[in-house]
């Protein structure tokens, strides 16, 4: 497809366990970015890409949280030992340029940590 | 701390009748401005952007930017029913901070 794609839509875990959530951009966007919102809150923030670096790593809430982007495309965020207050809908986005800050999302991860 | 702030709302408007959406920001060196329209259970989409001061025009959406009072505001012209969403106001300084910085949005009602 031609948009932002997300895996898995949904995911359901145990507490203490690690997921990953797998962010496939728009073809040709080199900039990437990985947000959370929970149940009516805002955005917020976790981390972008541009290219394969990640310049600003300030928004990820823990040490539990990593993220990775190969070959200027896929990115993934990793969650180790999951928490219950990380349960929330992880949207990623990308966009033509750091600069520009237009932003496409795709349609999230919603994970439920049990 | 950067901010951006919104009326939560709900802002109800019967179908055919303008809305408005304000949003103000913090950050004086803010150069971009976006808006987003997210239907509940969606993901945001972008729906409007604008960088200068005045109104910008894209159908029944016009976009409003006044840096000098650091507000940007959004009028859709004709409501209808399928403008029923949260509309999210995103903020960004080009060439400094890269991150867009979201408002927590204004949920919109139009009612037939």
């Known amino acids: 497809g031609a948009g932002v794609s997300q895996s898995p839509s949904n995911k359901v875990t145990e507490k203490g366990k690690d997921v990953e959530l797998r962010c496939d951009p728009i073809?040709?966007?080199?900039?990437l970015y990985w947000y959370r919102q929970s149940l009516g809150q805002g955005l917020e923030f976790l981390i972008y890409?541009?290219?394969?670096?990640?310049?600003?790593k300030s928004g990820l809430p823990s040490d539990r949280f990593s993220a990775e982007r190969t070959g200027g495309s896929v990115s993934t965020l990793t969650i180790q030992r999951t928490q219950q207050e990380d349960s929330a809908v992880y949207l990623c986005?990308?966009?033509?340029?750091?600069?520009?800050?237009?932003?496409?999302f795709g349609e999230g991860s919603r994970l439920t940590v049990l | 701390q950067k901010e951006v702030e919104q009326n939560s709302g709900p802002l109800s408007v019967p179908e055919g009748a303008i809305a408005s959406l304000n949003c103000t920001y913090s950050?004086?060196?803010?150069?971009?401005f976006f808006w987003y329209r997210q239907y509940s259970g969606k993901s945001p989409e972008l729906i409007m952007f604008?960088?200068?001061?005045g109104d910008k025009e894209d159908g029944r959406f016009t976009a409003q930017l006044n840096k000098a009072s650091q507000y940007v505001s959004l009028l859709i012209r004709d409501s209808q029913p399928s403008d029923s969403a949260t509309y999210l106001c995103?903020?960004?300084?080009?060439?400094?901070?890269?991150?867009?910085?979201f408002g927590r949005g204004t949920s919109l009602i139009v009612h037939p």
């Open positions: 604008i960088y200068s001061n």
């Open positions: 073809s040709g966007h080199t900039a």
């Open positions: 890409f541009q290219g394969n670096s990640a310049p600003d």
């Open positions: 950050d004086r060196g803010s150069q971009s």
């Open positions: 995103a903020v960004k300084n080009r060439g400094g901070s890269y991150i867009p910085t």
């Open positions: 986005a990308s966009g033509f340029s750091l600069e520009t800050g237009e932003l496409f």
